[in-house]
């Protein structure tokens, strides 16, 4: 028997055949993210059912020197979960690892398996009233969503994974494969160091989640959206300050779509409707949402004052409102990635700005790019009452091949802009992978990488995932 | 000159001889937190101005095998900041290094030094229309927030420090003192491991934090409290779903206080007035709050809808509402520790338990106590919207002197039970320090604490403060 053969049969003893994918058939499903396929092809795709088998395989891979790559619903951006290019790695996909799910209602919390998805969590808690405030067009695995530190559309109301994360359980990356239950059930907890933060963010290198107590939030019983054509970018920031000043708390959506980006997605995507005569300057998405004292009517009211004075005149910077009661201008925006996929390639930099930095960056790269990179049109859009935006630039269809390094120069040359000319982010909300992770020892201090690095070293001494959080230049 | 007069020469070349205190009856008002006087007398109590300063002191504390406890504005509740025992630590209070406030109203952030308070950050704040929404009856210093984790009556709706933290400097317990920053002043960011979470809730015993950027908060315009006398403590329950699924994220505090603490704070503290007739069984304060758009009319109005079919008949479970629109019930909630003091000695108890298990983890324990330790009588109130009860125990001046031993006893048949029965936290918001940590052990498994401890001895290789996460029985 080959080592291979060997450890195929002890990956069957551990999880039984039927989740062991090893044909290419078989494992090309796996091979894919968010993003598209990844370069790299596993020896094998296990899919254990319960956290004693992923202690096992975490055992079994340390034994044998095999590089586990953990996989949830493989809706991430940054190729965390995909195979390595050397073919030497094991994919331990948590799909069936999903079982678990609990909701407390009284405690607002759900206790779930880490292979159990957004949708199936917020079906849970929608029948008492409640869900998981993450908010995100795609519908990952929570184990995913743990160890991306997801943000999404509602950050600015409800905050990020992390903030509504209560406890966790997980396997340690040792010789063992230890599991330990870090934090509680509780609200409140402060009983030493939280080293479940460790897991948060830590693009599954740091250890596998295996099961998760996540806060919940009351749904909401009222909700309008409200699409508005602004003449100029810049007013998107004044827009919404005023709004957070006057609905506080009611306000839990701000978002923001060049024109080019709205209009490539009711371009492409079939079924959406602009309620706009013309493709606007700019467009922002604004969604209040409230308990059941509130109703819609009266959200919609209130709207209308506060953008009266900005409707008011020629060259006023409001040109125009729709408001809806259902899904349809999230529509718009939710298909917005779509949109662009069909215009051509698609550059993407998820970056964060200071929020009053965000209308002068566009400026200022959109300027640089016209020199530099002028087949590459800016598309951005994202979640800019938090500060994060999809600088996605497209190379159109018919702009011809794509020429890898300009994308690779631009992404640098954005990259460098954002961090060390804005003090901005490279990576707001998708993580660390290996889409991204040249830029890593870049932009993150040596000292701050010698010290993750070591931490890495120390809670997963096995070798697990794509990231070496300890990476020189 | 002696290794002591040495070391006094030393520090005062670092912060200059008028921040330098040695003298007992200088260094007295360093001697206390928010719980009293601690046991140990410092080397000497040294206040510097910036962060190279810091550096410094650490620097030489690593040469000299000196401890240093870092100190904030003392308001600390587990003694974390004080001086220990064998006399031989140097306190570093940060209370001079509070030059740098700066508010970004854009990006709706403060970046403070470690030394400023919270009601200096605050007062800022509000120039912009903006708040830090960590709410406390203390004031204390940012660095000492960040230490604890603080938490506090609006975690319900902003959460705890933690949640609201974006970036931190701190200085490494290390033989250079290295000075590291820790994140930036974005909503959004993912760069790798979120290493400042270390630092948040770790006791000083992990470095010290000399600045960071906070996440601020429009100030809501609109506020009214409702003092809501109650039948039976259990009724708190039902009333908090209905108030959640009813006015959503307009509710931003769920407070509850037992019959004895309501009286207490009534009958010791000067210049309150009950609004009911009677001392009610258990008292619940409500707070909602709302943005420009809302009105305080429309809230009370609102909730007096919500609280009818609870007040209709004989035995109906809302006995009475009181509704103020600034902050006089408010002050009956904040006077209940005074009140509580000035009626014996007060053995307290900072646990968290789900929400649903409250009030029968209440009748269950008073009727233990009342076995156990008859002459202790709960006082408890606290954060019940988020699980957080102060179950506090007054033992009566009436009832002579104090047995420390049953004390202790009772506290730690207390911490099992909420531990070991109802899956609860033996420290909710105040964190670990001397006055608990005989706890820590008992409570946190051994695998728990070795990987703490190592980090810890990771991050501050120079022992730093006066916890050892690593702590075995």
Same mark, same amino acid.
């Given at each position: 028997?080959?080592?291979?053969?060997?450890?195929?049969?002890?990956?069957?003893?551990?999880?039984?055949?039927?989740?062991?994918?090893?044909?290419?058939?078989?494992?090309?499903?796996?091979?894919?993210?968010?993003?598209?396929?990844?370069?790299?092809?596993?020896?094998?795709?296990?899919?254990?059912?319960?956290?004693?088998?992923?202690?096992?395989?975490?055992?079994?891979?340390?034994?044998?020197?095999?590089?586990?790559?953990?996989?949830?619903?493989?809706?991430?951006?940054?190729?965390?979960?995909?195979?390595?290019?050397?073919?030497?790695?094991?994919?331990?996909?948590?799909?069936?690892?999903?079982?678990?799910?609990?909701?407390?209602?009284?405690?607002?919390?759900?206790?779930?398996?880490?292979?159990?998805?957004?949708?199936?969590?917020?079906?849970?808690?929608?029948?008492?009233?409640?869900?998981?405030?993450?908010?995100?067009?795609?519908?990952?695995?929570?184990?995913?969503?743990?160890?991306?530190?997801?943000?999404?559309?509602?950050?600015?109301?409800?905050?990020?994974?992390?903030?509504?994360?209560?406890?966790?359980?997980?396997?340690?990356?040792?010789?063992?494969?230890?599991?330990?239950?870090?934090?509680?059930?509780?609200?409140?907890?402060?009983?030493?160091?939280?080293?479940?933060?460790?897991?948060?963010?830590?693009?599954g290198s740091m250890g596998i989640v295996t099961r998760a107590t996540l806060a919940l939030q009351p749904l909401p019983r009222h909700r309008i959206t409200a699409m508005i054509a602004l003449r100029e970018p810049a007013f998107a920031l004044p827009l919404l300050l005023a709004l957070e000043r006057d609905f506080g708390t009611l306000l839990s959506a701000f978002e923001g779509m060049s024109g080019p980006a709205y209009a490539a997605a009711l371009e492409h995507v079939p079924g959406l409707r602009s309620p706009f005569a013309n493709i606007p300057n700019?467009?922002?998405?604004?969604?209040?949402?409230?308990?059941?004292?509130?109703?819609?009517?009266?959200?919609?009211?209130?709207?209308?004052?506060?953008?009266?004075?900005?409707?008011?005149?020629?060259?006023?910077?409001?040109?125009?409102?729709?408001?809806?009661?259902?899904?349809?201008?999230?529509?718009?925006?939710?298909?917005?990635?779509?949109?662009?996929?069909?215009?051509?390639?698609?550059?993407?930099?998820?970056?964060?700005?200071?929020?009053?930095?965000?209308?002068?960056?566009?400026?200022?790269?959109?300027?640089?790019?016209?020199?530099?990179?002028?087949?590459?049109?800016?598309?951005?859009?994202?979640?800019?009452?938090?500060? %994060?935006?999809?600088?996605? $630039? *497209?190379? &159109?269809?018919?702009? =011809?091949? !794509? +020429?890898?390094?300009?994308? @690779?120069?631009?992404?640098?040359?954005?990259?460098?802009?954002?961090?060390?000319?804005?003090?901005?982010?490279?990576?707001?909300?998708?993580?660390?992978?290996?889409?991204?992770?040249?830029?890593?020892?870049?932009?993150?201090?040596?000292?701050?990488?010698?010290?993750? %690095?070591?931490?890495?070293? $120390? *809670?997963? &001494?096995?070798?697990? =995932?794509? !990231? +070496?959080?300890?990476?020189? @230049?």
């Open positions: 028997m080959s080592a291979r053969d060997g450890l195929i049969a002890r990956l069957t003893g551990i999880v039984g055949e039927a989740n062991v994918l090893i044909d290419a058939g078989d494992v090309a499903g796996y091979r894919t993210d968010g993003r598209g396929e990844g370069d790299g092809v596993p020896l094998a795709v296990v899919r254990p059912v319960d956290a004693d088998a992923v202690s096992a395989l975490i055992h079994l891979a340390a034994e044998r020197g095999v590089r586990i790559v953990v996989q949830g619903a493989r809706t991430g951006l940054a190729g965390a979960g995909l195979a390595s290019e050397d073919g030497g790695c094991l994919i331990v996909n948590l799909d069936r690892l999903s079982r678990h799910i609990a909701i407390d209602p009284e405690n607002r919390t759900a206790t779930v398996d880490a292979g159990v998805r957004l949708s199936a969590l917020n079906a849970a808690a929608a029948e008492h009233g409640l869900f998981f405030p993450i908010d995100l067009g795609a519908d990952p695995a929570i184990g995913g969503m743990i160890a991306a530190n997801t943000g999404g559309s509602r950050l600015l109301r409800y905050g990020d994974v992390r903030s509504n994360l209560l406890s966790l359980d997980f396997v340690r990356a040792d010789a063992e494969g230890a599991s330990m239950t870090l934090g509680a059930p509780l609200w409140k907890n402060n009983t030493g160091l939280d080293l479940k933060q460790l897991l948060v963010g830590s693009a700019y467009v922002v998405l604004v969604e209040l949402s409230a308990g059941a004292v509130l109703d819609e009517a009266l959200l919609e009211e209130w709207l209308a004052v506060d953008l009266e004075p900005y409707m008011d005149g020629d060259g006023a910077p409001v040109i125009d409102v729709a408001i809806d009661h259902r899904d349809g201008l999230w529509a718009i925006r939710h298909a917005v990635p779509e949109g662009l996929r069909a215009s051509g390639t698609v550059i993407a930099c998820d970056i964060a700005l200071r929020r009053g930095d965000m209308m002068r960056f566009r400026d200022d790269m959109a300027g640089r790019l016209k020199a530099e990179a002028p087949m590459l049109v800016p598309h951005d859009f994202g979640h800019i009452g938090d500060g %994060g935006l999809h600088y996605n $630039l *497209v190379w &159109p269809s018919a702009a =011809g091949p !794509v +020429d890898r390094t300009v994308v @690779e120069r631009t992404r640098s040359l954005i990259f460098d802009a954002v961090v060390r000319e804005y003090g901005g982010s490279f990576s707001a909300e998708h993580g660390i992978g290996p889409r991204n992770i040249a830029h890593y020892p870049r932009f993150v201090p040596a000292p701050v990488r010698q010290l993750a %690095g070591a931490l890495q070293q $120390l *809670v997963a &001494p096995v070798p697990l =995932g794509r !990231v +070496d959080f300890g990476m020189m @230049e």
